[in-house]
């Protein structure tokens, strides 16, 4: 699965919040267990990454609607063990839904 999400980082380590907390749209790619952040899909098909950010392994990655952000509507979240944690808002509920299924099976 691939496409544009708009994404927030809220946690960069165990009890650490993100520095840099601002929605950004980004380009994701889920494939092969990882999951890659590009500007746009010209920039996935070329391998560009979005600021250089080393694709994130899904092998210990939780992934779940995001009920306790009640700030925008079709936010699903990432938790990794690392204690990074990030926000992800798709356009609609079935959006979200393959979304989550994508990173969840990957
Ligand atoms: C952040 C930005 C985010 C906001 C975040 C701010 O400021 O306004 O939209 O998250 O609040 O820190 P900046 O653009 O200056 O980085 P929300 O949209 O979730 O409110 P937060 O620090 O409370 O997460």
Not at 7 to 12: G, L, P, V
Not at 31 to 37: D, I, N, V
Not at 68 to 96: I, T, W
Request: net charge positive; proline share 2%.
């Amino acid at each position: 699965i691939e496409g544009l999400l708009c994404r927030k980082q809220e946690m960069e380590a165990h009890g650490k919040k993100a520095a840099s907390r601002s929605w950004q749209n980004v380009y994701c790619v889920v494939r092969k267990g990882s999951l890659g952040f590009y500007k746009d899909s010209k920039s996935a098909i070329s391998g560009i990454p979005y600021h250089g950010e080393v694709p994130i392994g899904l092998a210990d990655a939780t992934c779940e609607v995001a009920n306790d952000y009640k700030k925008r509507k079709h936010v699903f979240k990432l938790q990794l063990s690392d204690g990074k944690e990030y926000l992800f808002q798709a356009k609609d509920e079935a959006e979200m839904s393959s979304w989550i299924q994508a990173v969840t099976s990957s």
